[in-house]
């Protein structure tokens, strides 16, 4: 086996590892406003008001929206996170919170 230089090793040592990357998705429903949307992904996440408006029309016409790429440990305390958030005050038959999933994210 051929030995690894001084100059090889440090290289391989302080490259980064890539660890793999997973999207938290958040699902539609019809018993969430689109004011509860904002408030939740700008608490949860820190979008301003313009891009999480932009997210929850997305969720609302496309049926789901990809809210976060990251680690899966993130990702599941952020799809935790969703599902902790509580139903929305503003309607009366909202009885719980939004749905997310993650999946794998294969870039």
């Given at each position: ?5 001084f ?7 302080t490259?980064?590892?890539r660890l793999?990357?997973?999207?938290v998705?958040?699902?539609d ?16 996440f ?13 969720v ?7 809210v976060?790429t ?11 996170q ?13 009885t719980?919170?939004?749905a ?6 294969n870039d």
């Amino acid at each position: 086996m051929p030995e690894i230089g001084f100059e090889e090793a440090i290289d391989v040592a302080t490259r980064p590892i890539r660890l793999p990357q997973f999207h938290v998705v958040l699902l539609d429903d019809d018993y969430h406003t689109y004011e509860y949307v904002v408030e939740m992904l700008s608490q949860l996440f820190g979008y301003d008001q313009h891009t999480a408006l932009d997210l929850a029309i997305v969720v609302d016409t496309a049926g789901r929206v990809i809210v976060d790429t990251t680690t899966r440990e993130r990702a599941e305390l952020k799809r935790d996170q969703i599902h902790n958030y509580g139903p929305d005050p503003r309607l009366d038959q909202c009885t719980g919170p939004m749905a997310a999933v993650i999946e794998e994210a294969n870039d």
